[in-house]
C-alpha cells in the first residue's frame, strides 16, 4: 500500500463492548474481539476504528476518558489491546482508536485535583467562571439533558464549562500543558503501533466570547501543531475529523498543504440527504449538497456513512428539513434524540432490501472513504426505550444461541434484541453466511465490487445529466476508466438511455446493456 492508504479504504467501526464477550462478565472485549477479525476481514473492509477503549465511568460510553493511557477493565488489559492489534495487522487490516480531546470525564484525576485546589497545576486543565454566564452564544449539544454548557461545581466554588453531559469538563487549550499531554497520550498509542486516530468533537476546542465557539482560528491553530507532532514523529499516521459542520466550515480541518490538519473528515452533511433523497424520490438534495461541497485539497479524502454510534444528526439541515426527517423517519416521539434520530438503518428503511440496496450501492460509489458501523452489515435493528443511544448499541447479533452468540453471562450490559422483526433469532451472522441474498453477503458483495474498481475509490465525479428528477446519475472515473452509477430513487420504474455498450457490476449476470435501459423501481446500477 502507498502511505496514502486511507484515501482507498473502507472502514469499519467497532464498538468493542458490543462485538464479543470472551470471559463471561457480559460486557464484549478485546480478547473477543479478536475471535472476530475474521469476520471483520471478509467484509473486504481495510481498517477499524475502535470506539473509546479507555478507563472511563462510561456514562458517555467512554466519551468520558478517566485515564488516557490504559484499557477499560471490562474490555481487557494493554496487553489484550496489543494483542488485538497485532492480530489485525497479521491480518493486513490497520486500526485506529478514538481520541477524545476536547474533555475528560470529571472522574479523571486532573479534574478531580483541579476542583479541590484552586491553586493546582490543574485548576488552569479546564475552564472556569464565577458567573456562568460567558460565551452565551455557544448552543448545547445535548439539549435533551443539559439545560447549560456550564455547571456549578460545589467543590470548586466555581462554574465549569462543558460541551456535553456535565460529568465532561471541557479541557481549557489556552494552557500549553493541556497540548502536552494530549501528545503524551497520542505518543503512547502510536508507540505501540496504532495507525492514527478519529479525533472526537475538535470544533469546540477553544472558547471566545462574542463567537458560537466553533472552528475559531486558535482551534486551527492546535490541530496544525498536532499534525506536525505526528508527522515528525510518526510518519504515515492517519487523522480523521469529527467536525459536524457545513462543507465550508469542514474545509478548513483539511488545513493547507504546507500547514495541513486532517487527511480525512466526515462528511456530515451528506448523511441525512441520502435518506431524505430516498424518501422523497428525488435526487436534489445530494445533488445540491455535493455541489456545495467545495474542491478538497489533494490527497485528502471525505468520510461517508450511513450510521453510527450516535444519533442520526439533523444538525447540519435546515429546521424545515428536520422537521420533515423527523416526521418521515422519527414518527414516535420516542426516536428524536437530541437533534436526531436514535434508530438504526435497517428500521429505518422499513426492513425493506430494496431500499437497503440502493441506499448502500449509493453510498459505496459516492466520492470518499465509506465505513460501516458494526451490525449494519447483518441489518441489526435497535431499541429506541433504551437511554440515551443505547438502543443502537445493542450486543452484536452472531447466532441463533445465547445471547446471540456474544456472551456466556447471565446478564449482558444490555439485552440482545429479540424482537420479531430484529431479533438475534432470525437476525445474525451465522444464518446469513448460507444466503447469497443477505444482507451479510450482499454488503460483500458491494464492498469487495467496489474495491476492485479504481475509478469508485479514487476517481473523480462528475453528474450525468439525466433530465428525471428521480434517476441519480453520476460517472466516477480516472481519466478514461469509469463507471457510470444510475439509482432510481422512486418506487416506479424509469428510463435511461445508455450511449454505449455497458457491463452491470452489480448484477450477477454481468450481460451486457444497451440503449434504452429500464431501471427497476429502487434499482441501482454501477455500469462499466
Ligand atoms: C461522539 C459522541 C459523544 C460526543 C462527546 C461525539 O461526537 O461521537 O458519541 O457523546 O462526541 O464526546
Redesign the pocket.
Given at each position: 500500500m502507498t502511505t496514502n492508504w486511507y484515501n482507498e479504504s473502507v472502514f469499519y467501526e467497532l464498538y468493542i463492548r458490543a462485538y464479543k464477550d470472551s470471559n463471561g462478565d457480559g460486557h464484549g472485549d478485546f480478547r473477543g474481539a479478536m475471535e472476530k477479525l475474521d469476520h471483520i476481514k471478509s467484509l473486504g473492509v481495510d481498517c477499524i476504528w475502535v470506539m473509546p477503549h479507555y478507563p472511563s465511568p462510561l456514562l458517555?460510553?467512554g466519551?468520558?476518558i478517566s485515564d488516557y493511557m490504559g484499557v477499560h477493565s471490562d474490555y481487557g488489559t494493554l496487553d489484550d489491546f496489543k494483542d488485538f492489534l497485532d492480530a489485525a495487522h497479521a491480518r493486513g487490516l490497520k486500526v485506529i482508536t478514538d481520541m477524545?480531546m476536547?474533555?475528560t470525564s470529571d472522574q479523571h484525576p486532573w479534574f478531580q485535583a483541579a476542583r479541590q485546589d484552586k491553586n493546582s497545576p490543574y485548576r488552569d486543565y479546564y475552564v472556569w467562571s464565577d458567573t456562568g454566564t460567558e460565551y452565551a452564544d455557544a448552543r448545547i449539544?445535548?439539549l435533551d439533558t443539559e439545560p447549560s454548557n456550564w455547571t456549578y461545581d460545589k467543590v470548586a466554588g466555581q462554574y465549569f464549562w462543558h460541551r456535553?453531559?456535565r460529568s465532561?469538563p471541557d479541557l481549557n487549550y489556552d494552557n500549553p500543558q493541556v497540548h502536552e499531554e494530549m501528545f503524551k497520550a497520542m505518543r503512547f498509542w502510536l508507540d505501540m503501533g496504532i495507525d492514527g486516530f478519529r479525533v472526537?468533537?475538535i470544533p469546540y476546542l477553544y472558547e471566545r466570547e462574542g463567537t458560537n465557539c466553533e472552528n475559531l482560528p486558535e482551534t486551527h491553530k492546535f490541530l496544525k501543531k498536532m499534525r506536525r507532532m505526528v508527522d515528525d514523529e510518526y510518519p504515515g499516521t492517519l487523522l480523521i475529523a469529527?467536525a459536524?459542520q457545513w462543507p465550508e466550515d469542514l474545509l478548513p480541518y483539511f488545513g493547507t498543504t504546507e500547514a495541513p490538519e486532517f487527511q480525512i473528515c466526515f462528511h456530515f452533511p451528506i448523511m441525512p440527504r441520502l435518506y431524505m433523497a430516498l424518501k422523497k424520490g428525488d435526487k436534489t438534495p445530494i445533488v445540491d449538497i455535493l455541489n456545495r461541497t467545495p474542491q478538497k485539497p489533494e490527497g485528502t479524502q471525505w468520510m461517508t456513512f450511513l450510521r453510527?454510534?450516535?444519533e442520526l444528526t439533523l444538525e447540519m439541515v435546515t429546521p424545515e428539513e428536520r422537521e420533515w426527517m423527523w416526521q418521515q423517519y422519527a414518527p414516535n416521539p420516542r426516536a428524536k434524540l437530541n437533534l436526531g434520530i436514535r434508530r438504526r438503518q435497517i428500521p429505518l428503511l422499513d426492513n425493506d432490501k430494496r431500499k437497503w440496496f440502493l441506499l448502500n450501492a449509493l453510498f459505496l460509489s459516492l466520492p470518499g472513504a465509506p465505513i460501516i458501523y458494526y451490525g449494519d452489515e447483518i441489518g441489526m435493528g435497535d431499541n429506541i426505550w433504551f437511554p440515551d443511544?443505547h438502543g443502537c448499541r445493542t450486543p452484536m447479533q452472531w447466532d441463533a444461541g445465547k445471547n446471540a452468540g456474544f456472551s456466556d453471562a447471565k446478564e449482558t450490559y444490555l439485552p440482545v434484541l429479540c424482537d420479531d422483526a430484529y431479533g438475534y433469532q432470525q437476525v445474525n451472522v451465522v444464518v446469513q453466511e448460507d444466503d447469497p441474498d443477505s444482507y451479510l453477503n450482499l454488503t460483500r458483495f458491494l464492498i469487495q465490487t467496489r474495491q476492485r474498481q479504481s475509478a469508485l475509490k479514487t476517481g473523480e465525479m462528475e453528474w450525468v445529466e439525466t433530465g428525471n428528477n428521480s434517476v441519480l446519475a453520476f460517472r466516477r472515473h480516472i481519466g478514461k476508466e469509469g463507471v457510470l452509477c444510475l439509482f432510481n430513487l422512486s418506487n416506479q420504474p424509469q428510463t435511461f438511455t445508455l450511449k454505449r455498450e455497458r457491463v452491470d457490476l452489480l448484477s450477477k449476470s454481468q450481460q451486457a446493456l444497451s440503449g434504452t435501459l429500464t431501471i427497476a423501481s429502487r434499482g441501482a446500477h454501477w455500469l462499466k
Open positions: 458517555d460510553d466519551y468520558d477524545v476536547n474533555h449539544i445535548f456535553f453531559y465532561q472526537d468533537a469529527e459536524n453510527n454510534h450516535d443511544r
